[in-house]
């Protein structure tokens, strides 16, 4: 019988994230899962949406800012584009409120 994992997928990882929110451990599990460079990856990642979807500055200036490639910034410009208008206009929300 073939070896396979308790956690197969996408969903499952989420609703352990979201337990993990619920009880306010999401702190914890995610500096556990993720290494130094992932969470700065993450931020950066968390950044390049923010400002393309504020639309105030250029790709190249992004790119800059950051200290990350521009094709870095153009694969994050395409995965919001993948993304239909009201998930975009959501993730704008939840980023704004990340200032309070």
Known sequence: MPLTPDISDWQHVMKIVKNAADSE????LLTMLMTADERDALVARVNIFNELLKGEISQRQISQMLGVGVATITRGSN????????EREA????LKTSDS
Not at 79 to 86: G, Q, Y
Not at 91 to 94: A, D, E, I, K
């Open 25 to 28: 451990q999401h702190e914890m």
């Open 79 to 86: 995965e919001l584009k993948s993304h239909s208008k009201d």
């Open 91 to 94: 993730l704008t929300r939840l």
